[in-house]
């Protein structure tokens, strides 16, 4: 029987990922961490048949010794907690290459918006793509500025015949999640709601920055095929320094998004005007806990290659664009600004 550990379970990628993966393989022996009971049982909910261990991140041994047990460790929780990719694994050490433990670990495409943020070029586009075949080298040896690469580090440099690793690095996610808990994505969704509380829509700079999507559905097939390929004894997907996999699903331009966002905001009412106004650096990042900037004003652009051309991996999620006004009206709804139907139907 095969061994999955599991961190995020609760979280937007994790619990869509572990959705996709525990319907597709009821058989898989489940363990997820989480860090109480409350989060357990909305786990539980959904898949009853889960072992739960109880902790976070910080518990380093815990960590291990679920990693050793397992025989593949999704980790989907944080891509910036050095502690817990370093725990993980030191417990995948103890498998052997006879018996080689699998880590498939979350990264992000923020790791390339190095360049911009070391050049302070936020709002203007940028021509420079990579690609995750021929220029893979680029992106596993890029700066230690860049976001992200302290634990991509730790993972690619901890791989060896007794532990195979991945690393798979989504751009900006999007689309309803499956799981338990947090179903909500971050970068769009933000900017609707900042849009929404301000009372017009925005851009960083002159809005030209290009950024890559993907439909979190289609992220979460990327995992199951990984995991597939696992416990298949690696089968034909590449590990170690070959394992690094983009997952994307085409590009946008942020400035285009936001004047999608204004058409559909003014479209229900819920601002006076379609304008779309050009924040500063500085008044980006008081909106977005000190990184708006960097989440809607850098360049992210990305080539999923490897997944296509190894697993077989087709995208095919909705545009990010045709579901703006879905995802307006959900934000909306989370302020208060416009009513659900349950509320509708309750006369409140």
């Known amino acids: 029987m095969t061994r999955l550990f599991v961190t995020g379970a609760t979280g937007y990628i994790g619990g869509d990922a572990l959705s996709a993966i525990a319907n597709a393989h009821p058989e898989y022996d489940i363990t997820c961490l989480v860090r109480s ?9 959904q898949y009853p048949k889960v072992r739960f261990v109880y902790g976070n991140l910080d518990h380093s041994d815990l960590l291990a010794e679920e990693a050793a047990r397992a025989d593949i460790v999704c980790h989907f929780a944080d891509a910036d907690h050095p502690g817990s990719a370093a725990a993980l694994m030191k417990g995948l050490q103890k498998h052997t290459p006879m018996s080689p433990g699998y880590m498939i670990h979350t990264s992000g495409t923020g790791i390339l918006t190095v360049d911009d943020m070391q050049r302070s070029t936020y709002g203007a586009s940028a021509e420079k793509v990579y690609d ?16 992200h690469r302290d634990v991509d580090k730790i993972v ?38 900042q849009t929404l509380k301000m009372g017009h829509a925005f851009q960083v700079g002159e809005g030209k920055s290009i950024w890559c999507e993907i439909h979190v559905h289609d992220l979460s097939n990327l995992y199951l095929a990984l995991v597939e390929q696992a416990a298949s004894c690696g089968g ?9 996999y983009f997952a994307e699903n085409g590009e946008f331009v942020w ?11 003014h479209k229900e009412g819920l601002i006076k005007d379609k304008e779309v106004k050009s924040l500063s650096v500085e008044d980006a990042n008081a909106l977005m806990m000190g990184i708006g900037a960097i989440l809607w004003g850098t360049n992210s652009r990305s080539k999923a290659v490897r997944a296509r051309k190894l697993l077989g991996w087709t995208p095919s999620g909705r545009p990010l664009k045709e579901m703006i006004p879905e995802i307006v009206e959900g934000e909306a709804k ?3 600004l416009i009513k659900g139907h349950a509320a509708q139907a309750a006369g409140v």
Not at 37 to 45: I, L, P, R, T
Not at 132 to 147: E, K, M, N, P
Request: with cysteine; hydrophobic share 40%.
């Open 236 to 244: 034909s997907a590449t590990w170690g320094t070959e394992g690094y």
């Open 334 to 336: 989370a302020l208060g």
């Open 37 to 45: 009971s409350a989060k357990g049982a909305k786990v539980a909910v």
């Open 255 to 265: 400035g285009d998004i936001a004047k999608t966002i204004a058409e559909s905001a």
């Open 132 to 147: 995750d075949w021929d220029g893979l080298g680029v992106v596993t040896s890029l700066t230690d500025a860049a976001l």
């Open 156 to 193: 690619l440099e901890g791989s060896s015949n007794a532990v195979k690793t991945a690393i798979v690095c989504p751009p900006t996610i999007y689309g309803p999640g499956r799981g338990p808990d947090n179903t909500r994505s971050n970068q769009v969704y933000n900017m609707a709601m």
